[in-house]
């Protein structure tokens, strides 16, 4: 492994072995998962119905702890918590923290020999002391997450809430200083290229409900919409005492392009963490994992499992349990026999409920064999709970909560497509569900004109319609009913999510046409938002449907993207619409939100010079990119996206 010390480095370098022991751990995986699978499981799995898969990599470390420790202090804690200090979990965990050291020690000569006199004073200090200044707080999260991400394998989602770690330290230097460091600490996170973005997160409560925006959160937010840098994604944890211009603040960097910031409803994320039967403290210090999931203290939320195609439950609730495609039984045998709408619902139901079972059970098969796939001793040191049982955190399944995860996939495709049927077959009678049936098969065939009016004509999901809501909701709380809390091999619970990031194109390339007017193939709807093009009432209505989901229900997270125009929010009076968008959302106990603001005049220019726009981003899913690294496709896709909202 050789490690190096660029120029441009401020507190740590770059190692060239990132990818071994990740890359261990999947061959493990691919031998010793090869069996979790049956035939009908591989059948559905290939048609999209549902996936169960490992997950190590949306883990949080308590950086509290890190920084008020230091290496050493994680190293004096294991011999304190841990009950049998000869144990080989103990002598595993002291070699990791001593090699650590003696790491530190090594490459410091290295960073004086290219000139970084800093760093490697910082390093020597480190190898043998908790952090003192608030560079050294600084460079500690930059070393730990090279042992925990690079070395160790397991992927490190969130480097905590930055404004409260940083605080105490900053309050101890001079303001330039500070300055001066935060910006160099936004430039560097930018060099860890972090697969979909390195989050953390500012603001949020304390236990008492108190708001904890501070200084720091400022100086954060002030430096990132300076910056604007592109591989930076941050979560902004919302309370209802969040102070009003520290929101406009951030809302006028969404406006100004700097637009990798999710606004997440602080109340409705604890409540959520509290109904899978998390104490007060730990959903209160919750940490953000990745896009969206939150995961309470000292939780492995292992957030990214199980997926769920719910257009392909109401698919195969059709077709008596029988992938339309392929033809092959991956669903529950049923007639497909409905004389009324309540008994379709009641057979998508049953499909949903059958296709949730063999999801978990594959997950289950998967991570009951955690203690063969994956140890992760960097990220053990930092749990308490974990030395106090002296096991791993994988291995030992020794976290205080051994969570698993179920992400649905289509909710506006399936609501939208539920809601077609009631009204096209069994309230106006137009045609039978057989009709119905042959022309979804035929994929829309001389049926150009009905397809059309489905698309564009009937009830949606997205403009604040309350019967279709409900349906919504209905479909949530039947997931819910069936996920959440179901215990699994490791000894937590299941958590549901709503959100589908970039799935929603892979899992639709695989599913029938449906009752919504979507053709066989295309997308599904991403996230818990409206289907494209289907929000015809504006952002007010479509976050009324949003809202009618009960959000405390989706620990696991979900999301909805909301696309604007340009034209729509300039000026300070856009500012009062985004912040009026924002806090309805808020006091309707939205989950999550992110806003792309499209002008279609500057991605067409950037499209054809891309040498005039290095640095324009765009949200994708979860996460940001530079819109000119985007595929020709995927260009047009968020300029057909800028058309529509400019109409």
Known sequence: CEFTFPQSAVFFGNCSCEEITRHITWRRQSRICAGALTEENRKAVSARAYSGDPDFGHTAPLWDDILKLGLPGLRARVLELAPDPDSVFVRSELLVLDAASAFLKRIAPIAADAGKINIAEGLLHLADHAPETLFQAMQLIFVYYTLQHHFEGTNLRTLGRLDRLFAPF???????????????????????????????????????????????????????????????????????????????????????????????????????????????????????????????????????????????????????????????????????????????????????????????????????????????????????????????????????????????????????????????VYEERRMTLEELISILDSNWEDQTVLQNILRKKFPKYGNGDPSVDKLAADVVKDLSDAVNNVPNAKGGVYRLGLFSIDWCLDYGAHTAASADGRSCGEALSQNTGASFGADREGATAHLHSVTAIDASDTANGCIVDLDLHSSAVRGKNGTTVLASILQTYLEKDGFAIHFNVLDTDTLEDAKAHPENYPNLQVRLCGWNVKFTELSPSAQEEFIRRSRYQAR
């Open 170 to 424: 900053a309050a101890k230097e001079d303001p330039e200083t500070v300055k001066a460091l935060v910006r160099d600490f936004m430039r560097e996170i930018d060099t860890l290229r972090a697969p979909a973005n390195i989050p953390f997160m500012l603001c949020g409560s304390d236990e008492s409900g108190r708001d904890l925006t501070n200084d720091m959160s400022r100086l954060i937010l002030r430096t990132y919409t300076e910056l604007k840098p592109t591989n930076t994604k941050f979560h902004i944890l919302c309370t209802p005492h969040t102070p009003e211009d520290f929101l406009r603040e951030a809302l006028e960097s969404v406006k100004n392009g700097a637009n990798s910031i999710v606004f997440m409803n602080d109340c409705r994320i604890i409540d959520a963490l509290r109904k899978l039967g998390e104490t007060h403290e730990a959903a209160v210090n919750y940490s953000v994992v990745g896009c969206y999931e939150c995961g309470g203290a000292e939780e492995t939320a292992c957030t990214c499992n199980a997926r769920l195609n719910l257009p392909k439950a109401l698919e195969l609730a059709l077709h008596g349990g029988r992938d339309a495609l392929t033809g092959d039984k991956i669903g529950e045998d049923t007639d497909g026999i409905y004389p009324s709408f309540a008994a379709l619902y009641d057979g998508f139901r049953t499909q949903l409920r059958y296709l949730i079972g063999q999801a978990l059970d594959v997950t289950d098969r998967y991570e009951e064999n955690y203690a063969h796939l994956h140890a992760s001793p960097f990220f053990t040191a930092t749990y308490p709970t974990c030395l106090r049982k002296g096991a791993d955190v994988y291995c030992g399944y020794s976290a205080a909560y051994n969570n698993s995860s179920l992400n649905a996939i289509g909710l506006a495709t399936v609501v939208d497509s539920l809601a077609a049927i009631r009204k096209l």
